[in-house]
Every structure is written in structure tokens, then in C-alpha cells.
């Protein structure tokens, strides 16, 4: 990260400098306390866009945010609470843990209560980034044509490349949860999952109706490509999806969708265009068939898991089966699926969907 460009920081659609400070690793509550200083260190443009409300006590600002979040605001014996309290001169009244609810910021001075206020969306967002994924946006490919593609696929491989180093069964995705993704979401209450539904269906409204013409798009699943840099030695492999007609239309609506997701902070911006992929191998697989690719790496409560893969040899793969042709298939919604379920078809259980016809 440059000095003159630091990165930067959206939240409620204003930007934030994040000035260069040395990284800490969080690890446990009682980091709080240091962890505050560095936060604190790129909170220094407070937000004159706030709802800020005159009592006949003077200023007060109330701010929504999951009770998972609490603690980071609270800090070890109250500790950060009282940091910016004091710093700021206001009070602040945060729900009980367990209970949901608004954090409540007064003050006797409306600039006090501003301050408050963006210190403390910062560390909510801080912390929000470094809660493991709970859900994502995603079409299912798991219709018959497509799932029986790959279980051909499957048996081809195994038939004649089983001798090629870390090439096995246990690497092959569940036909049943095939899909491609178009974003990961971190979402910490019923309030969130509900804010999702309705921001996938003002898209539906806005733009995806006008792009897929209210009626399913037609695509392909054919051809095979890997991740890395090296078919020698691949831990990701995938087939690639686009539309029947040759057109931009699948590319142009997941762009969108992730963009305005993006925007509103419900997901974090790693990429600025989605890559239309479904995974059918994945090393990760091997020890794990619950797995799902690069992001699993926390638990449910944020720890870090370590592990340890073994790639395979995809060379052999690559050139035999370049053009696989898996089938076609007709994406209709969009799922809020849910990390870690399954459902009755064995796909990952959804939250809520659009439909486009």
C-alpha cells in the first residue's frame, strides 16, 4: 500500500483514507484495546452526512449493526467504549449481549456525536471484514443433463488419468451442489439475510429484468480450465459457463448484481468483474468433502483452520478433456445459499431467491 494512495474505506457511501499503519493480526477480544489505536488512526474525517437528532439534552445518533458486533464497541472491560466516550464526550448505550437492537451515541455536542458515530462504523466495519463468510449469491447448476455431464466426466478422468499424481475420487465436486458464484456475504442476523432479499430484488426490478428479458438465460457448461499458473501442479480445477447465444448477457448481469452489492457493503470488493466458474475439482476435497474452495479457511467463530493441500497433475486433464462438453441448462434465479447446509436435494439450503420468468 503507497503512502500517496492509501486504500480506502466505504462506508454508507462515503470514502475513507486508511493511512499506511503497521498490520496487527486480531486474534481475541482482549486485542481490542491495541486494536483501537490502529483503527482510530484512519477515523480522523468524521461524517457530516449522519441522521443526527436535537433533544432537549442535546445531540443523539443511533446506529444499526448485529449483536455479534457488540463486543468490538464494547472492548475488554469496556475499555473501547470508554476510549471513544471520553475522546469524544459523549455516551454511548450498547444493547446486552444476545439482544438485538441500536447503539444509542448522546452527546451534548452535535460534532461529538458525529465523531462517535463514524469511529464507531469503522470498527464495525473493520470487524464485519473479518468475520468468516456465512453466505453467497449463487445460480445452482444442478440440473439432470449438467450432473449426469459430470459424472461422465468423473469416470473419463478416473479411467484415464487415475495415474497421474494426486488425481483420485475424493477430488471431485458433489454433483448435487454444482453452481456458480457471483459474491460471498458476511450476514450476522435475520435483519441482514432480509436486507438481502430485498436488495436482489430492487436488481431484479432495476436492471436484471431488462438484461435477461424475463425469462431464463440459456447457457452452456463446457470446456475445463485451472486456476493456477502451473497445470503441473493444480489445486482448482473448473468448467467454464456462457451463454448458448454468444452474447455478454450472463457476464453483464452477475457484474451488475456484484457491483451493487459491493456498494452497499454487504459484500467486501475483491474483484471488479465476476469469474463465471464451476469448480469440479478441488484438492481441498481430499480431506475435507465439505470444503468449499479458498474460503474456508475460519470456523463459524473466526478462527483460522490451516490446510494442508496436495495438487494433482492436470496436464493429462487439460489436454484429453480441454473441450468437455458437460450440458446445457437454464438459469432462472438467484440464491442467497447458505455456507455449510444442505438441503433436501442436497444442495446448499437457500435463504431466498429471484426468479427471472
Not at 448484481?257 to 474483484?271: D, I, P
Request: with cysteine; hydrophobic share 35%.
Amino acid at each position: 500500500m503507497e503512502v500517496l494512495r492509501p486504500q480506502l474505506v466505504t462506508i454508507d457511501g462515503r470514502n475513507y483514507r486508511k493511512n499506511p499503519i503497521q498490520e496487527k493480526t486480531y486474534q481475541h477480544e482482549e486485542d481490542d484495546e491495541d486494536f483501537y489505536q490502529d483503527a482510530m488512526e484512519y477515523a480522523d474525517e468524521p461524517c457530516d452526512a449522519y441522521e443526527v437528532e436535537q433533544t432537549p439534552q442535546g445531540f443523539r445518533s443511533t446506529v444499526s449493526a448485529p449483536s455479534l458486533l457488540y463486543k468490538h464497541i464494547v472492548g475488554k472491560r469496556g475499555d473501547t467504549r470508554k476510549k471513544i466516550e471520553m475522546e469524544t464526550k459523549t455516551s454511548i448505550s450498547i444493547p446486552k449481549p444476545g439482544q438485538e437492537g441500536e447503539i444509542v451515541i448522546t452527546g451534548q455536542h452535535r460534532n461529538g456525536v458525529i465523531s462517535a458515530r463514524t469511529r464507531i462504523d469503522v470498527l464495525l466495519d473493520t470487524f464485519r471484514r473479518k468475520q468468516p463468510f456465512t453466505h453467497f449469491l449463487a445460480f445452482f447448476l444442478n440440473e439432470t443433463e449438467v450432473q449426469e455431464g459430470f459424472l461422465k466426466f468423473q469416470e473419463e478422468v478416473l479411467e484415464k488419468c487415475s495415474m497421474d499424481r494426486g488425481v483420485d475420487s475424493s477430488i471431485f465436486q458433489n454433483p448435487k451442489k454444482l453452481h456458480l458464484t457471483i459474491g460471498m456475504l458476511v450476514l450476522l442476523s435475520e435483519q441482514e439475510i432480509q436486507q438481502t432479499c430485498e436488495m436482489l430484488q430492487r436488481c431484479k426490478e432495476e436492471f436484471i429484468n431488462d438484461i435477461s428479458g424475463g425469462k431464463p438465460l440459456e447457457v452452456e457448461m463446457a470446456g475445463i480450465e485451472y486456476m493456477n499458473d502451473d497445470p503441473g501442479m493444480v489445486d482448482v480445477l473448473y468448467a467454464k459457463v456462457h451463454m448458448k447465444d454468444g452474447s455478454n448477457r450472463l457476464q453483464e448481469l452477475v457484474d451488475r448484481v456484484l457491483e451493487r452489492f459491493q456498494a452497499s457493503g454487504l459484500t467486501v470488493k475483491e474483484w471488479n468483474s465476476v469469474k463465471l466458474h464451476a469448480t469440479v475439482m478441488n484438492t481441498l476435497f481430499r480431506k475435507d468433502p465439505n470444503a468449499e474452495g479458498r474460503y474456508n479457511l475460519y470456523t463459524a467463530d473466526g478462527k483460522y483452520i490451516f490446510k494442508e493441500r496436495e495438487s494433482f497433475d492436470g496436464r493429462n486433464i487439460l489436454k484429453l478433456f480441454e473441450n468437455f462438453y458437460f450440458g446445457s441448462l437454464k438459469l432462472n434465479s438467484i440464491h442467497i445459499s447458505q455456507r455449510f447446509t444442505v438441503d433436501s436435494f442436497g444442495n446448499y439450503a437457500s435463504c431466498g431467491q429471484i426468479d427471472f420468468s
